[in-house]
């Protein structure tokens, strides 16, 4: 392993997993238990320092890579920077780096690549990949771009791997239209697009709910002669299921079958999420079955994806039967499970249940996140209890843990109860918070409760709000401002402003 560098994103050495020796096998189980560093120290201080021992613990900061536990690396390779009498080579630095950066410690990341330059060590491309998706996580963008600016300045120009590196970076921070740019300015540069470079764009568009332009980057990638992965076909299924469109879905899971992929649980999965997001629970099961069937194990994931199909359904029994046949399975419900089935019981307008759940979710140790609190304060809201819901309310805004959803309840909430005013404080409140910005739910809930009123011209004032706050109508907000009219002149006005509107929309998105 040593002098052979290190493979961004693989967790493994030249495709070739770590094999543990017994001592290293000792040394992994230590440094695992160890909650104290300075004994872990110790104990490794013991150890003759050896060609082997180096190699011993390569391979298991390696394997801890693998199992994503980043505090036992840092104890490993700090222990080799600051302790021992071996000379830390790169990849011991990217290894540091990349687990500084995953627990957004961007200051030792930054302090261990200045250490590896003053050692006289050569940055590999994998070490700003590194740095690139440790700025993405906290959302430093600028930074980001320091890094390429800095790799162009020393005469490196960014490499595919650095490229993907910092299109998955920006995929999972949700910088979307960063990342569109940054594949221009890739393909500009003829920095040769690969696989891996598709699928992240696929995914991209995706999670944008833009799933033509994720067709159009897949038929580009076919144009060129690039062969598609499972990945990328599982990308492509999840692009269309996200939108419920299930056919498209079901076109491209054939189409990876017949390209001579054996589906795998994440493909089902995402099949399964298209007839949930459709509103056809039924398909969605009938893929469950198939799945097991054809010997693929069914994971948390594919009976969450069924909760949620019978709770989008109105069909919480079928989802409270789900939720525990997946206990029966030995598999503990994670914080999204329960938050689920609070969804299912609250479209159900099952208060009782959802407390009950809510006081599960506690039992199992749990501390609710922002997700199930929404749920909750939804189930609130639909049953009309508006003072639990503002006592909810008031908690998560105490906590912090407050996000767009959570206004959006509130506001359609006060807004089918005809409380204007509770409504409109809670929209100029929610424009206080920082991070926080209406989107296009909130302001379709809004005109909402305007147009049962057949209130149009409020409507339309909040419409023009909305625009000048550079967001744009959906179909929503069209049927709200048609619900507004009450002469068929109004009706004919909504539908040229909306019209006009799609027309001057720029599509952000483009490939």
Not at 161 to 171: F, K, M, S
Not at 257 to 267: I, T
Not at 385 to 407: I, K, P, Q
Not at 421 to 450: C, L, N, P, Q
């Amino acid at each position: 392993m040593r002098g052979r560098g290190w493979k961004y994103g693989s967790g493994f050495v030249d495709g070739v997993f770590p094999v543990l020796s017994p001592m290293a096998q000792d040394i992994l189980e230590l440094v695992q238990k160890g909650t104290d560093v300075a004994k872990v120290w110790e104990s490794l201080d013991s150890i003759p320092a050896t060609h082997n021992l180096w190699d011993d613990i390569l391979n298991v900061a390696v394997q801890l890579r693998l199992n994503r536990q980043w505090d036992p690396i840092i104890t490993v390779c700090e222990w080799i920077v600051y302790r021992s009498s071996f000379r830390p080579d790169v990849i011991c630095y990217n290894l540091l780096i990349d687990a500084y950066g995953r627990k957004r410690q961007l200051d030792k990341a930054e302090a261990m690549y200045t250490a590896l330059l003053e050692a006289r060590c050569v940055p590999t491309e994998d070490t700003y990949a590194l740095l690139l998706r440790a700025y993405c996580n906290v959302g430093s963008l600028h930074r980001a771009e320091g890094v390429i600016s800095e790799m162009r300045e020393h005469g490196i120009p960014p490499s595919a791997t650095v490229y993907n590196a910092y299109l998955d970076g920006l995929l999972k921070a949700r910088c979307t239209e960063k990342a569109v740019e940054v594949y221009q300015r890739m393909k500009r540069d003829r920095c040769r697009t690969n696989t891996e470079t598709y699928t992240l764009m696929i995914n991209v568009y995706g999670k944008s709910k833009q799933p033509m332009s994720a067709m159009k980057v897949f038929n580009e990638m076919q144009s060129i002669g690039c062969k598609a992965n499972i990945c990328t076909y599982t990308a492509l299924v999840n692009a269309f299921a996200r939108e419920g469109l299930c056919e498209k879905a079901e076109e491209v899971f054939e189409e990876m079958q017949q390209a001579g992929h054996e589906p795998d649980v994440y493909a089902y999965n995402a099949l399964m999420e298209a007839y949930s997001r459709a509103g056809f629970p039924q398909g969605a099961s009938e893929i469950f079955s198939l799945m097991q069937h054809m010997g693929c194990e069914p994971d948390r994931a594919s009976y969450n994806i069924l909760v949620d199909a019978y709770g989008r359904a109105g069909r919480h029994r079928e989802a409270e039967a789900v939720f525990e046949s997946l206990k029966q399975h030995g598999m503990a419900p994670t914080m999204k499970s329960h938050m689920l089935l609070l969804s299912a019981h609250a479209r159900s307008g099952n208060v009782a249940r959802c407390e009950e759940v809510m006081a599960q979710l506690h039992k199992s140790g749990l501390v609710p996140d922002t997700f199930a609190l929404n749920a909750m304060l939804n189930a609130y809201g639909r049953t009309g209890r508006l003072d639990d819901m503002e006592r909810l309310l008031a908690a998560m805004e105490h906590r912090g843990s407050c996000d767009v959803s959570t206004y959006n309840v509130v506001v359609n909430a006060y807004g089918r109860a005809g409380y204007l005013e509770r409504m409109e404080a809670a929209f100029a409140a929610m424009k206080g918070k920082r991070g926080i910005a209406a989107d296009v739910v909130t302001w379709t809930s809004r005109m909402g409760a305007y147009a049962r009123k057949k209130e149009y011209r409020r409507c339309l004032e909040i419409f023009e709000e909305m625009v000048d706050a550079g967001c744009y109508p959906d179909a929503g907000t069209a049927k709200v401002l048609v619900a507004a009219c009450s002469d068929e002149q109004q009706v004919e006005q909504v539908t040229a402003i909306v019209r006009s509107m799609h027309k001057e929309a720029k599509t952000l998105f483009t490939v």
